[in-house]
């Protein structure tokens, strides 16, 4: 078989740009060769350089570079079906071989035309993919407005790609909306034609935009998810590691929705009065008292909450799945109460690392995590200290510890409320205890080393520069410098109002 010469597809730099229009092919394409087709590529790539040089110093008003950019647009449209024509034609190709019996795995590296052209072409197999999809839909008459619009060259090869993929994300919702299999296709071509006509007038965005109209406008209609729809788009996907960030996406039913929406709905309700003073502090007599004091029970203001919605959701359900590990109701799993392990060697837990030395310190389901991680989580852990041998086999296994106890947090319940951060709302419900001088630094465990801080404050005390210090048995938050030079101390009085008068008198 006929290869390609890799020189043919590209313009000599050396020979003079051709002045004169390229010549027009003959109607009897039967006649020409695959070698005079690609000369003729590289003509039309000589006189797009032309047109490069010759756009780059064009004397010209907004206007006219308006039209002039316009046409470029449209030619790179008739590119795209130049593309589209010539990924099918390798199809066939490849497929009249394969039937022919003279085509075999052993005797190409490619697994598919697909492949070839992924490979041959330098693109993503997705961008491939793309062309094949938008040609079987032209010549198959799947979508004949998107065909009929992209043969004009008013649709790139990627919108084409859109909208028949929109069309069949639909077409569930569509067949069960319609009593008969006409219907059924008369409101296809309807979504298809109303979809071409935005992506011609408008921008790919705009195109998206109607997507969501239509799957608006059928989902009103009472649309339910078959068997097959849930079993190809509902679950919990996995995205991958993205800046230090587990990445997933969800796609529930309304009756999972509707218990999402409940978990979540104490961290984001917008009634809820929190720390931003949407409505005042009162006091047990009615008197407007500060959220915040610091240390000489002057009035401070509390840092505002910067969580986004999204990390805000995020808080309510792991407070849910935190409390349903909690309870030991879950059903069991090999054995055992579902809960969160970890391992980390002795060394790492107590200390920072500074070198590139080698530690352990992972989880039995995500892997390798990082220490600081695990030293968040070792506040409310229990801890079963193992010693190895040489070989990693165990030599001693210490007992079971729960670092604070029941009465413990008690007390610290009794004491702190809830989250003891300057102007936190979250009850005990919702908090932690946190040793403030770190249990894996030597910290003791007991009440005055202790406070009570909800999840997202809890990473902020372990990720950044706040601390909290003791002042009598009672937790103060100090900022850090870049935040607020003077580094007040300061404590939550939301859960404490009556203390707003005696701190202050005993100033």
């Not at 027009?24 to 695959?34: E, Y």
């Not at 109303?194 to 989902?219: F, H, N």
């Not at 679950?235 to 509707?258: P, V």
């Not at 790492?348 to 991680?373: K, Q, W």
Request: aromatic share 4%; proline share 7%; glycine share 6%.
């Amino acid at each position: 078989m006929e290869t390609a010469n890799p020189a043919l597809l590209k313009p000599d730099p050396s020979s003079p740009v051709p002045s004169s229009r390229v010549p027009a092919i003959s109607t009897d394409v039967s006649r020409l060769s695959v070698a005079e087709l690609r000369e003729y590529v590289v003509s039309v790539h000589n006189q797009i350089d032309a047109l490069v040089l010759a756009v780059d110093g064009v004397a010209t008003g907004a206007c006219e570079l308006d039209h002039l950019a316009a046409g470029v647009e449209e030619l790179s449209h008739q590119v795209g079906r130049l593309q589209v024509k010539a990924a099918v034609r390798m199809e066939s190709v490849v497929q009249e071989l394969k039937d022919s019996q003279t085509f075999t795995p052993r005797r190409s590296r490619f697994r598919s035309a697909a492949d070839r052209l992924s490979q041959v072409l330098h693109v993503n197999p997705a961008e491939v993919q793309k062309r094949l999809d938008v040609a079987h839909a032209v010549s198959e008459a799947v979508a004949p407005a998107v065909a009929d619009a992209f043969a004009q060259g008013l649709l790139t090869v990627g919108v084409a790609a859109r909208i028949m993929s929109a069309l069949e994300r639909l077409q569930p919702a569509i067949d069960q909306l319609s009593p008969t299999r006409e219907e059924a296709e008369a409101l296809k071509r309807k979504v298809e034609s109303d979809l071409v006509g935005i992506a011609v007038s408008g921008t790919p965005t705009a195109m998206e935009r109607q997507v969501r109209v239509w799957q608006y406008q059928l989902d009103a209609q009472g649309v339910l998810p078959t068997r097959e729809v849930k079993r190809e788009i509902q679950g919990a996907f996995f995205k991958g590691k993205k800046m230090g960030l587990f990445e997933w996406t969800f796609c529930l039913d309304e009756l999972q929705q509707e218990q999402f929406l409940t978990a979540v709905a104490p961290e984001v309700n917008p009634r809820t009065p929190d720390h931003d003073g949407r409505e005042p502090l009162l006091d047990f007599a009615g008197v407007e008292v500060p959220r915040a004091m610091d240390e000489n029970g002057k009035p401070v203001e509390p840092p505002k909450d910067d969580r986004s919605l999204g990390q805000k959701r995020l808080d309510g359900l792991m407070h849910a799945v935190t409390t349903a590990l909690s309870t030991g109701k879950l059903s069991r799993h090999g054995g055992y109460q579902p809960q969160v392990v970890v391992n980390i060697d002795h060394k790492t837990l107590l200390s920072e690392l500074t070198t590139h030395e080698l530690f352990r310190s992972d989880a039995v389901h995500s892997g390798p995590m990082n220490p600081i991680s695990i030293r968040q989580l070792g506040c409310n852990a229990e801890l079963i200290p193992v010693v190895l041998g040489s070989a990693s086999q165990v030599v001693d296994a210490g007992s079971r510890k729960r670092l604070f106890t029941a009465e413990q947090r008690k007390l610290l319940y009794a004491r702190d409320r809830g989250c003891t951060f300057p102007g936190c709302t979250r009850g005990v419900d919702r908090c932690e205890a946190h040793h403030v001088h770190e249990y894996s630094k030597g910290g003791v465990t007991t009440l005055e080393n202790a406070a009570m801080v909800c999840s997202h404050h809890h990473h902020l005390v372990h990720e950044t520069p706040w601390s909290i210090q003791m002042r009598n048995g009672v937790p103060y938050w100090q900022p850090p410098l870049d935040e607020d030079p003077n580094q007040p101390l300061m404590r939550n009085l939301y859960f404490h109002p009556e203390k707003a008068g005696q701190l202050a008198l005993s100033a």
